[in-house]
């Protein structure tokens, strides 16, 4: 089936939106077994008449984002309406759906609320959770493909489109009974999962599989019926126990968060080259706080000693990026908070601090442990700076994830 | 001028990758004063011919992006010269970068490194400086419009846009001396922006203005000769002296980072609702190290007193979301770290823990100065949780920078 995406907005050809719809619903069409052919980016405005004009000899389903709004730029409803001969009416218990919204927030029904209240002949209402302007679903005829008019706002349309463009997709493929299941893995590149993973999966009938590879982490996306996924699920649990980080969605930071609550464990971080990163991302994890009850950053090698009791002598040594500051700052950290787990950061960023012994991306994780040698090891991330955070602390959270599932903390 | 985008590329129709060059793109058009009409998105292979001959007629400018690469599937140079009937000619130079692009790589020059040598009669060769194929502009002409055939790899494409297709966009639409500069503003809204500057702007002859809110941040662009862009220097540094972050695309981060340097001044945090995003954010900027020493996330009443020094008598007063403890949280940053100015932030970032007296969004900011007085306020920013923590680093951040410039401290 040919699936046609037109974005319309005229944020987004000015370059002040990014335009995640196209990324959001290519993810999405996965999960019904369709993929996009042909998407078209376009002003607000008349054109979008024209453009669906064109498009409709050339494709089964067209979905249009933006312009249901109540503003006069908003005109993809009445567009639609009139390119295909159609009336509108009021529809009575979509208005009430708006009034209430709007009551809500104190703001008058007025032009603005009737206009999204008015629905073509035939088409059928996807309501909208989020906002006012509701969805709509015009099937299709000999005149026109499958059509969907969804909201732009990204809070608006991705709640309607899992629940209730999704279903109506899936009935068109005649695939509901399809499902999908997507597993994220850490600690090993897209090609080496593919080698490991194809052969075993290739063997399971009416398994669909692709790949989405992120910084230090593979996703790995099947679509199957429920029996199929089950199998799946078994060859991934058996070739990649400890890389498997999660199989529906969540982050490996909720991962962590989850898996210290569980155990009631509590952690802290020592942080130098990450630079409050590690402490940042943990926290975007609503319920952190029964977990993390401090964190520090410790720049400067006076810090490190002061309050992590790192010695001066193994720095002189060593050099402050070195094995065993790291071991120093995690053990530090941990007596320090009286945590259950510390992991300690010391590296060189970039652009500048790197030498030919230590060039810019060297890194060294410790990770002590109330119960457990403290285990310590070197990294290399030559990249920018930002991209260099990022990869360590993805590192540095994974060998805690491993640690607390009791998982070997090699890499491989 | 009519400008189309064409994206090519399976993996972003599929959904793997965000397509970012239509954001891109259509910011840098700005500054040759032209924007986008159309934009369309498809995958490798065939369609790419049948697309562009769709454009042709409708287009004064088309860019194309991707399908240079050496691989199978690239084949935006061999359809477009089959469309065009124009031969391909192997070249010399092209090939000489390229040949030393696969040497320094150990890689060899091959099918794909001659493939990416060849150029279109007539083509205009756009060097690429972080990647093997170059660029190609085929001047309008009867059969076809501006034609410029470009990289997918955004770190390819970004340099080659700015260094080689702006000066031919520029003299395309013969405005050479035009050029553009932004301001970015913290601290009002764009409406209100707007309401001030625009009328002493508009007064400019031969300029036009645009603007862009981001979160908790407007950029204001202009665009014209020389001559009119100082004259709305000088009226943005009339108008919005204390709200003007930078003229130069610099963020507050750097802003803050840099004149923290001049000064010689160190700054801590003592971060609580924040979760570590405040050391984050100034630790992107290479040099940070300069300027912090230490930082600490206190999220723990305990960790509070212990660290900082917090009385425990205020939490049980005022609740640990209040000004006196954002106040001590500051002020105990200031002492512990010895630094010139200390940042302490407590607040509810949600989704939980909030109460009708202290709903999800509230936040208390303290700025600790050595040679100033402590600074406390209250703010509200009730969203989702990263947004939370993004809002009130912004208006820390904010705090510190006019404090670092004598510049009045409330938002007015």
């Known amino acids: 089936m040919r699936v046609d995406l037109i974005n319309t907005g005229t944020e987004l050809v000015l ?56 503003t006069s730029d908003d005109i993809t409803r009445e567009l639609t309406a009139k390119l ?16 209430g919204y709007y009551a809500v927030r104190n703001r008058p029904f007025g032009e603005g609320g ?57 009935a068109i493929v005649g695939r509901s009974k399809v499902t999908s299941r997507e597993w994220k893995f850490c600690g090993l590149g897209e090609s080496e999962l593919a080698e490991h993973l194809e052969p075993p999966l290739s063997k399971i009938p009416q398994l669909e599989i692709g790949y989405c590879a992120k910084i230090m982490e593979v996703h790995l996306r099947c679509l199957g019926e429920e029996k199929a996924l089950e199998e799946a699920e078994a060859v991934v649990q058996r070739v990649y126990p400890y890389h498997l980080v999660s199989d529906d969605l969540r982050s490996i930071e909720e991962i962590v ?54 010695d001066p002598v193994a720095i002189e040594d060593h050099g402050v990026v070195s094995a065993p500051v790291a071991r120093q700052m995690a053990e530090g950290a941990l007596t320090l908070s009286g945590a259950d787990h510390a992991l300690g950061v010391t590296g060189i960023a970039g652009p500048t601090g790197g030498s030919d012994a230590k060039p810019v991306g060297t890194v060294f994780i410790g990770l002590a442990s109330k119960r457990a040698e403290t285990h310590v090891e070197p990294c290399f991330y030559p990249t920018d700076r930002e991209t260099f955070k990022w990869r360590t602390t993805q590192r540095a959270l994974d060998l805690l994830r491993r640690r607390l599932l009791g998982y070997p903390l090699d890499e491989a």
Request: net charge negative; hydrophobic share 40%.
């Open 15 to 70: 370059g002040r939106t990014v335009n995640t719809h196209l990324s959001y619903i290519g993810e999405q069409l996965f999960h019904a077994g369709l993929r996009i052919q042909h998407q078209v980016c376009i002003p607000d405005g008349d054109v979008i008449g024209r453009t669906l004009e064109e498009r409709f000899p050339r494709a089964d389903i067209i979905l249009v984002t933006g312009g249901l709004g109540p």
């Open 84 to 99: 295909l001969g159609l009336d509108l009416h009021f529809d009575a218990s979509v208005a009430e759906n708006i009034r």
């Open 114 to 170: 009737r206009r999204q209240s008015m629905v073509p002949e035939g088409a059928i209402v996807l309501p909208n959770g989020y906002g006012t302007a509701p969805g709509l679903y015009l099937p299709r005829t000999e005149r026109n493909p499958h059509l969907f008019l969804l909201p732009g706002p990204p809070r608006e349309l991705y709640p309607m489109f899992e629940d209730h463009v999704l279903p109506q997709l899936r």
């Open 257 to 310: 968060v989850e898996l210290l609550a569980d155990r009631g464990h509590w952690v802290s971080f020592a942080e130098s080259c990450t630079g409050g990163m590690l402490a940042h991302r943990l926290t975007n994890v609503s319920g952190a706080s029964a977990v993390l009850a401090e964190s520090h950053v410790t720049y400067a090698n006076e810090v490190k000693t002061r309050l992590l009791g790192v």
